[in-house]
């Protein structure tokens, strides 16, 4: 029982368009969210997060858009560069767990030049 | 002046045998984790450690255990290796409790014949 779930194993997006990556998820204790983004033969890096209690954060070129009620949340990339073409793993953390984040899947984003 | 490190990067060993995957950082965090990536790709934790308690997974079976020599090594101890316990093991860390970003190693390749 996934309770991250990244439904798009890949996603294609031209060097400029905006890249959208979704993330669903079951437990309502989760209060923390994290993008990781990982490239091959290396460890995730982080990317940005953002609080249950906010619905948006951004930071330069991405920005996580959260929403409760749909148990959904995304990440924008705009505009996307070949450089973000990587694996992106979205994470949950709840509450009075220690710290420990329950991954999605994650979506493998190619941007083409 | 890696942040966080693994050693060894790659393991090829038979099932039966007891390893080692030592983790190292050097970012003054005092909670360190691990996580396994399984052949689907999926992150999933195995433990948190900081010098008040280790949380473990209870997924995990009892062949896993993390040592702790002092704040800045966790290493893993696996028993007895099954085949499926093939996977990349990842070390993370990060400083205090409650929502605070980890810092990922770049993994080790644990391949058991």
């Known amino acids: 029982d996934q309770q991250v779930k990244q439904n798009s194993p890949s996603l294609s997006v031209q060097e400029g368009r905006i890249s959208i990556l979704n993330c669903d998820y079951t437990n309502s204790m989760f209060d923390y969210f994290l993008w990781y983004k990982k490239y091959p033969a290396e460890g995730p890096t982080f990317l940005i997060s953002i609080s249950s209690i906010k619905d948006k954060n951004e930071d330069g070129r991405f920005t996580v858009f959260l929403n409760k009620s749909a148990k959904h949340l995304s990440l924008h990339i705009v505009p996307s560069q070949p450089g973000d073409s990587a694996v992106y793993f979205c994470?949950?953390?709840?509450?009075?767990?220690?710290?420990?984040?329950?991954f999605g899947g994650g979506t493998r984003l190619m941007v083409k030049p | 002046d890696t942040a966080v490190s693994q050693t060894p990067k790659y393991l090829v060993t038979q099932m039966g045998n007891d390893k080692s995957i030592k983790c190292e950082q050097n970012?003054?965090?005092?909670?360190m984790y691990w996580y396994k990536q399984d052949s689907k790709k999926f992150l999933k934790i195995m433990f948190s450690?900081?010098?008040?308690?280790?949380?473990i997974n209870e997924t995990v079976p009892n062949r896993f255990s993390p040592k702790s020599p002092d704040k800045a090594h966790l290493n893993l101890h696996i028993n007895s290796l099954e085949l499926g316990d093939s996977a990349v093991y990842f070390c993370?860390?990060?400083?205090?409790?409650?929502?605070?970003?980890?810092?990922f190693g770049p993994g080790t390749r644990l391949l058991v014949l």
């Open positions: 970012l003054g965090h005092d909670t």
């Open positions: 993370a860390s990060s400083q205090g409790e409650g929502l605070k970003t980890q810092y």
């Open positions: 450690y900081n010098n008040k308690e280790l949380i």
């Open positions: 994470a949950a953390r709840g509450r009075g767990a220690g710290n420990m984040l329950t």
